[in-house]
């Protein structure tokens, strides 16, 4: 069994960046897809990024393309999720999470991810 934890969230001003992190112990993040979700106040939880440990692939929302980037520290245990020039919009609770088989066309479905974090806050406002 996998343990997440996330860090790194906080409240910054429009334009700013943040970067989170997501340790992982109890086991190797090697055969896993690891990803960020997020979740707005009334709003579903929605993928924002993925990264494939097989092939080092990466996936984004439409709108972070660009302004986030995910990324692994394999020494470490851990997945990073660099975001810049972030937007009011980007508020929210950030959670990361692993998945063993996630589909390449459907990963920002939450329901392919087995473990889960607590969750980071971000808020994003002037």
């Known amino acids: 069994q996998v343990q997440l934890v996330e860090s790194g969230g906080g409240l910054v001003q429009p334009g700013g960046s943040l970067r989170l992190s997501c340790a992982a112990s109890g086991s190797t993040l090697d055969y896993y897809v690891i990803g960020w979700f997020r979740q707005a106040p009334g709003k579903e939880r929605e993928g924002v990024s993925c990264i494939r440990s097989s092939d080092g692939s990466t996936y984004y929302e439409d709108s972070v393309k660009g302004r986030f980037t995910i990324s692994r520290d394999n020494a470490k245990n851990t997945v990073y999720l660099q975001m810049n020039t972030l937007k009011p919009e980007d508020t929210g609770v950030y959670y990361c999470?692993?998945?063993?088989?996630?589909?390449?066309?459907?990963?920002?479905?939450?329901?392919?991810?087995?473990?889960w974090g607590q969750g980071t806050q971000v808020t994003v406002s002037s």
């Open positions: 999470a692993t998945g063993y088989s996630v589909p390449r066309l459907y990963w920002y479905r939450s329901r392919h991810f087995d473990y």
